[in-house]
């Protein structure tokens, strides 16, 4: 079961599981998604997924029938809300989805007998930090809502492991995932104005946004734009089934980051998504964003260690197929 799969990491996710030969079983409210991601996703992979649900994870009787209807092994917990800023202006409506989603989750799971879980969490757990790169062993000190709720989820998954020593959770910590399906027929395409970056980028690109708000350029880093480690998707959605792989290697929780191992500051992504697509992108320096912090950089060498992976693609190809993506589908999903 993948929920939140017709997202941006879900979708992708589902292209790379069904070309593996795995039977995928979609939940999804589409509440920032469309469902002609899910003919796209069987599109690519030549192959039709199981079932799809719109269910809001937070509806256990709804979850509960499909877990009725499918013998489920393992979920793939996609479903969330995941932009720091708007966060930070519906704090409850986080905690509310984030974590009343995966606790639904959890306790449906329970009583069909599911114990096997891949968690998508996130580096911004990490908060305001002086370190760089982060490993899976520093201390979490998440510094808004959206990282807050992440966070408490990965302690909940902690307790659950700790009290029944049969659940088996992976908990991935994506670091910046960007980039899009090399077709051009899967990308981050948000509902209403990207509170991302890179989709900001392509829309300012493309023409349908003026210009790019940098958030802040006094920040202490080498030319005072934020520094984040941007993953490709791909790679992302790759790590999703290699972690299934080894879901069975042992039980309890375990945690990995995934980030590619360096850092990217805005101007450098603005710069690079430029040279990319030959556009010049306007751009002015606004005030920094409530809940944004300077740099976060993953040591992703721990999830290398155990399964002899690591993210292979780079920047450019990072901004090639977002850009690719953004002119093939220039209103997202819309009028695809
Ligand atoms: N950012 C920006 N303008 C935007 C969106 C983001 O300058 O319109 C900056 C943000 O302050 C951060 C970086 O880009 O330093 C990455 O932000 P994003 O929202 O993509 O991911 P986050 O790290 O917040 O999850």
Redesign the pocket.
């Known amino acids: 079961m993948v929920t939140g799969a017709t997202g941006f990491i879900g979708s992708h996710t589902c292209v790379e599981l069904l070309d593996h030969g795995y039977q995928v079983v979609v939940v999804d409210d589409f509440s920032n998604s469309s469902p002609q991601v899910v003919s796209r996703i069987q599109r690519l992979a030549g192959r039709f997924l199981d079932a799809v649900y719109k269910v809001d994870v937070r509806d256990r009787r709804a979850l509960s029938s499909v877990f009725d209807r499918h013998r489920v092994d393992a979920v793939v917990h996609f479903a969330a809300k ?4 708007e966060s930070v202006r519906l704090p409850v409506e986080y905690y509310d989805v984030n974590v009343g989603g995966t606790t639904a989750l959890l306790a449906t799971m329970h009583e069909h007998g599911v114990r096997r879980l891949v968690f998508s969490s ?3 757990i990490y908060g305001d930090v002086d370190t760089s790169p982060l490993t899976e062993q520093d201390p979490a000190r998440p510094s808004n809502p ?1 990282a807050a709720s992440k966070w408490t989820c990965e302690q909940m998954l902690a307790d659950v492991c700790r009290c029944r020593p049969d659940y088996t959770v992976l908990s991935l910590r994506y ?2 995932p ?1 980039g899009a399906h090399p077709s051009g027929l899967l990308g981050e395409a948000p509902l209403g104005e ?8 392509a829309q300012v690109a493309a023409g349908r946004r003026e210009r ?5 350029s006094d ?1 202490a880093t080498a030319d005072g ?4 480690d ?1 993953i490709h998707v791909m790679d992302v959605a790759e790590a999703h089934r290699i972690a299934l792989e080894h879901l069975g290697d042992s039980t309890g929780l375990r945690v990995f980051n995934l980030g590619v191992g360096s850092g990217t ?2 101007f450098e ?1 603005l710069t690079a998504f430029g040279e990319v697509s030959g556009k010049t992108i306007p ?1 002015e320096v ?1 005030d ?2 409530p ?4 740099e ?1 950089v993953a040591d992703p060498s721990a999830v290398t260690r155990e399964w002899g992976w690591r993210a292979s693609r780079d920047l450019a190809a990072m901004c090639r197929d977002a850009w690719r993506f953004q002119r093939l589908n220039p209103t997202g999903y819309a009028a695809g």
């Open positions: 995941k932009a720091v800023g996130s580096c911004s959206y670091f910046n960007v990207p509170d991302n970056l890179m989709p900001y980028l790019l708000r940098v958030f802040g920040y734009t934020g520094v984040r941007y500051s805005v992504l751009y606004v920094r964003r809940g944004d912090v300077t976060l």
